[in-house]
C-alpha cells in the first residue's frame, strides 16, 4: 500500500478516485475525512456494514491498485 502520508499530502487527487469506489459517502463524509485513513476507516465499518479488517482490506487493495495503474 502506498504510504499513507503520501495519500495525505494528495488528498484531493486520492479523494477523486475514492468517491466512486464508495459511493455511500456523501460531499460532507469525505470532507469530514480530509485524507484521515482513520475516519476513512470508521465510515466504510458504518456505511457497508464491515468490519475493521474488511475495510482495511478494501482501502488497501483499492488505493494499490490506483497506485499501480498510475505509475
Known amino acids: 500500500m502506498p504510504s499513507w502520508t503520501l495519500i495525505e499530502s494528495t488528498w484531493r487527487q486520492w479523494r477523486g ?3 466512486t469506489w464508495w459511493e ?4 460532507a463524509e ?3 475525512v480530509n ?4 475516519r476513512l476507516l470508521e465510515l466504510l ?20 491498485e490506483y497506485a499501480s495503474s498510475n505509475k
Request: charged share 40%; glycine share 6%.
Open 24 to 27: 455511500r459517502l456523501s460531499e
Open 35 to 38: 485524507g484521515s485513513r482513520e
Open 30 to 32: 469525505w470532507d469530514e
Open 45 to 64: 465499518q458504518l456505511k457497508y456494514g464491515w468490519t475493521r479488517e474488511e475495510a482495511v482490506q478494501q482501502v488497501e487493495t483499492r488505493f494499490d
Open 17 to 19: 478516485q475514492a468517491l
